[in-house]
């Protein structure tokens, strides 16, 4: 039971973790485990203490707000990056011509396989076309 260390120290009180200290009112008590925060009316948050006796959650809020929307930003700009880098990659030039990526290269592969084909079959129906026409004497 927490209440056991109530008017002792922070310390022995949360030897364990289940128990808040209110440094205000030298209060050992139960962390209210359905709320994240201990209501106001319990501890206000600049002296309740949880797990360590040198961090209010005051304090915690507000390093765990600017760590979180660091590694936000961070994320953003490291995105942004990325994205950038690899426009930048399908646009490098070398004088007046463009350096092909993969992609590009595997489409005018692809492209060019298409065009071979399509001739080859153009010049199978002209082929076709003749011979009837010499069979039909319409030539």
């Known amino acids: 039971d927490c209440?056991?260390?109530t008017n002792r120290s922070c310390e022995e009180c949360l030897k364990n973790?289940?128990?808040l200290w209110c440094a205000s009112s030298k209060r050992c008590m139960e962390y209210p485990v359905r709320r994240i925060l201990p209501p106001a009316d319990l501890c206000e948050l600049r002296s309740a203490r949880w797990g360590v006796c040198w961090v209010n959650f005051e304090a915690l809020i507000i390093a765990?707000?600017?760590v979180g929307g660091t590694l936000l930003i961070m994320l953003g700009v490291c995105c942004c990056c990325c994205c950038c880098k690899k426009k930048s990659k399908k646009q490098v030039s070398r004088g007046p011509l463009i350096v092909p990526d993969k992609d590009d290269e595997r489409a005018a592969r692809e492209r060019e396989k298409r065009r071979v084909r399509q001739e080859e079959?153009?010049?199978e129906m002209k082929s076709r076309h003749d011979e009837i026409r010499r069979k039909y004497g319409t030539v």
Do not use: F, K, N
Request: aromatic share 8%; proline share 0%.
């Open 17 to 19: 973790v289940t128990c």
């Open 3 to 5: 209440r056991q260390y």
């Open 64 to 66: 765990m707000s600017v």
């Open 121 to 123: 079959r153009r010049a």
